[in-house]
């Protein structure tokens, strides 16, 4: 099996996990992570929308200023312009406040 693709470590390590479910019920506890890419919508995401979901968008703007470091420049660049279009489309949001993000997010560009 190719440990350099994506797909096949991740299909061994579902089966490793099944394996540890049915044929070892006493063995010792393992936890089967999934590696996920920086450009696969994930937690980053699910994590944003929960916060415009709750009415936090101040929050929701430092939490993609918070990536700045993590992400590639294009990839925190997407993530603030889908922001800004997920901001826009809320009624009685401040608008100088997306605004001011877009501006910033323009940098990026």
Same mark, same amino acid.
């Given at each position: *099996?190719?440990d350099?693709?994506?797909? *096949?470590?991740?299909?061994k390590?579902i089966?490793?996990?099944?394996?540890?479910?049915? @044929?070892?019920?006493?063995?010792?506890k $393992?936890e089967v992570?999934?590696?996920?890419?920086?450009?696969?919508?994930g937690?980053?995401?699910?994590?944003?929308?929960? &916060? =415009? =979901? /709750?009415h936090?968008?101040?929050? $929701?703007?430092?939490?993609? !200023?918070?990536?700045?470091?993590?992400?590639?420049r294009?990839?925190y !660049?997407? &993530?603030g *312009?889908?922001l800004?279009?997920?901001?826009k489309?809320? /009624? @009685?949001?401040d608008?100088?406040?997306?605004?001011?993000?877009?501006?910033? *997010?323009?940098? !990026?560009?």
């Open positions: *099996m190719d350099n693709d994506f797909i *096949m470590r991740q299909l390590a089966s490793e996990g099944f394996g540890m479910i049915l @044929g070892k019920g006493n063995a010792p $393992s992570i999934y590696q996920q890419q920086q450009n696969q919508k937690k980053i995401y699910t994590d944003i929308d929960e &916060l =415009l =979901l /709750h936090k968008y101040d929050e $929701s703007i430092q939490y993609v !200023y918070g990536r700045k470091f993590e992400l590639d294009n990839i !660049y997407q &993530l *312009m889908w800004v279009k997920k901001l489309s809320i /009624h @009685g949001i608008v100088e406040m997306v605004q001011e993000f877009e501006r910033n *997010m323009q940098k !990026y560009k």
